[in-house]
Every structure is written in structure tokens, then in C-alpha cells.
């Protein structure tokens, strides 16, 4: 009976893995591989007219982990509305290796791109290569920068918060002193070390008992899966509830569950699998990235650099914790990128943020 199990779970891992390859294909191959407004002031829709894509030159585009789901759809998003400021967007993916990523944005520079948007792995490794492109007098957007630099902007998600958010929706379903474990990512990349803080700590404040961590080194599914393998043997059914920190590890380690084996499990997704996940009850919730929008954010702040315009150095963005009942009416990826938007900065708690989408109930 056991290896009937052990059979059936693998299979449910395996299918996983191919729907998010599915997925990752639609999203197409990596690119390396294969009007201003004040800060305040009223901003361009995304429907508005449009100069011709390309018509203003090249914008690079530097991600961490191009096999990332959530990282294509927001590569989409920035496309989709960097050609509607004219521009065409080249994309390299650094693959998780730093020199990779620095090496990519010293080529963007040879090139001479209009500007360069760039997630760092590592805020303060990039800098040297950030300041030569500062040198050449290429803006630069920045996605969740730690330190300072010389930014256009910043578009800024609270990592930490993600994580505490993450922890008091975990304590709130499992109950105070509830066991629960975690599987992080790499603490070489800047958000996935800040999630894992905001998680422990939160985890501590809520009165969560944290009996283990592990770290999916490579941010694969199957490494997910055989962590929660290993939490199930350890733990069995007093383990009340998991936090993984990528949204198809988590997925993969739902799979797992089985008999009295059935953890909560709470995310940090950005796809429309995390949204059905949620709503199949696959996962409890999701601290939903929004990456379409934000993808689409960059792309009008790249936008606006290009034409000399300004906007707040940086802009924070608050993704909202989704249960099974908040997904519903919730946009899926592929309404997010014709979903019509104002890109308008809104100044909440002394600092500038950009609205996020909302459920249509």
C-alpha cells in the first residue's frame, strides 16, 4: 500500500511540474537564450495612444531566474507596456549567478539601451555595474533594490512584510502555538532572504511554533516536494501548517499530503496557478505578487526615463495576502495585461505607492 502512495504521490508532482513547464513555455523563450508626469500629478492610462514599438530604442531587462513563472509574466508585463512607450525590451537572464547578471548589464551598456530595468540578485554586488551605466547616462529602474543606488526608481516590495503576512494569516489558520515548518528560497537572492526573515519573525510574534526550516537551493518543484517528505516524516500529522516561499514549490509539496498528512499551506505566488490553487483548496492563501502589473510599472517607468520625465524615486508596492475567498473575481494574468490602469502614484503612510489590481466581485 505505501508504494501505491509513494506512486501516486509522484505522479501528482510530476503533473505539477508539467502544468508549470506548460505554463513557463506559453510565457516564451528568454531573449539572451533563444508622456512625463510630476510626482503627484495625474498620470497616462494604459489606454492611450501609443508611438510605435521600438520607435525609441531598447530597454534591457536584466531577471534573476528566467525558468521563474512569476518572473516571465512579469518580463510580459513589462513588454507589453514598454512597446506602448516605443520601446522594445531585451531580456537576459542571470540564472541566479551574480557575474552573470553584472556581466549582463556591462553588455547592455556596450550596447547603449535607453535604459536598463534590473531585479538584482544582490543589491550591493551590483552596484560597480550599475554606476557604469550611471557613467553612460542610462536610467535605470530598479526592482526591489535593498540599497541605494543610482535609481530612476525603485519599485519596492517589503519582502519582510511578505513574510510576516505570510506568518499571521499561517497563525491565524492553524491556531496560537500551531507547529508549522518552512521551505525558503536561495538566501543568496536579496527577497528570498527577506521573506525568510519577516517569516521567522513573524512566526515568533503570531506565537507559531517553527519546528524547521529548509532551504529549496535551487527553486525547483521536486525540491519542494522531497523537503515536504522530509517535514512528513519528521513531523506527520502534528504538523499543522507550511509556508514555501514560491508559489509551484508549493504546489508540488500539496501533492504530498495524504491521509492524516494535511498541512496548510500558505505561498508567495504571482501566476494564475497560485489563484487556482487557492481556490481548489490546493493552498490556504497566497501573498499574491501581482507581477503582470508590476512588470507593466516598470515598463511605464522605463517610459518615462526615456523621456526625460520624473517620477518618485521609489515606489512601493503591497501585495494582499489572497484566501480561497479573495480570488474570486480576482484578474487573471492574462486580464492583468489589458486590464486598463492608471499609472499614478499614490502617496499612503509618507511614502509613494502604486494601487495594485482588485477582486471584481
Do not use: H
Request: charge should be negative; charged fraction near 20%.
Amino acid at each position: 500500500m505505501r508504494a501505491d502512495l509513494s506512486r501516486i504521490t509522484r505522479f501528482a508532482i510530476l503533473a505539477v511540474v508539467a502544468a508549470f513547464a506548460l505554463a513557463l513555455s506559453a510565457c516564451g523563450s528568454d531573449d539572451d537564450d533563444a508622456g512625463s508626469t510630476s510626482a503627484g500629478g495625474s498620470a497616462a492610462t494604459s489606454g492611450d495612444s501609443a508611438p510605435a514599438a521600438g520607435s525609441k530604442g531598447t530597454v534591457g531587462f536584466s531577471i534573476p531566474q528566467g525558468a521563474d513563472p512569476s518572473l516571465r509574466l512579469l518580463d510580459g508585463g513589462l513588454k507589453a507596456e514598454a512597446a506602448k512607450q516605443g520601446l522594445d525590451v531585451k531580456t537576459t537572464d542571470a540564472n541566479l549567478n551574480v557575474d552573470k547578471q553584472l556581466s549582463d548589464i556591462d553588455t547592455f551598456i556596450t550596447q547603449k539601451v535607453k535604459a536598463i530595468v534590473v531585479w538584482p540578485l544582490s543589491s550591493e554586488a551590483v552596484q560597480p555595474a550599475l554606476a557604469r551605466a550611471q557613467a553612460a547616462n542610462i536610467p535605470i529602474i530598479a526592482i526591489y533594490a535593498l540599497t541605494e543606488g543610482p535609481y530612476f526608481t525603485d519599485l519596492i516590495i517589503d519582502g519582510k512584510g511578505v513574510g510576516q503576512d505570510a506568518a499571521k494569516y499561517l497563525a491565524d489558520a492553524v491556531g496560537a502555538n500551531g507547529k508549522v515548518a518552512a521551505i525558503f528560497g536561495p538566501p543568496q537572492v536579496d527577497q528570498f532572504r527577506e521573506i525568510a526573515e519577516g517569516f521567522k519573525a513573524g512566526a515568533k510574534t503570531a506565537g507559531l511554533d517553527l519546528v524547521d526550516s529548509q532551504v529549496d537551493a535551487k527553486i525547483a518543484p521536486e525540491g519542494s516536494a522531497d523537503i515536504m517528505q522530509t517535514f512528513k516524516s519528521k513531523f506527520g500529522p502534528s504538523l499543522k501548517g507550511v509556508f514555501v516561499s514560491y508559489e509551484s514549490g508549493a504546489l508540488a509539496a500539496s501533492a504530498v499530503r495524504e491521509g492524516d498528512f494535511q498541512p496548510k499551506i500558505v505561498t508567495y505566488g504571482g501566476t494564475d496557478e497560485s489563484l487556482k490553487g487557492v481556490e481548489s483548496g490546493q493552498l490556504t492563501a497566497s501573498v499574491y505578487q501581482n507581477v503582470v502589473l508590476m512588470g507593466r510599472i516598470a515598463g511605464w517607468a522605463a517610459g518615462q526615463a526615456v523621456d526625460g520625465g520624473k517620477i518618485p524615486e521609489k515606489l512601493y508596492i503591497t501585495p494582499p495576502v489572497l484566501d480561497k475567498q479573495g480570488v474570486k473575481g480576482y484578474p487573471t494574468t492574462d486580464e492583468q495585461l489589458t486590464k486598463e490602469y492608471e499609472f499614478k502614484p499614490v502617496q499612503e503612510g509618507g511614502r509613494w505607492t502604486m494601487p495594485l489590481f482588485e477582486p471584481e466581485n
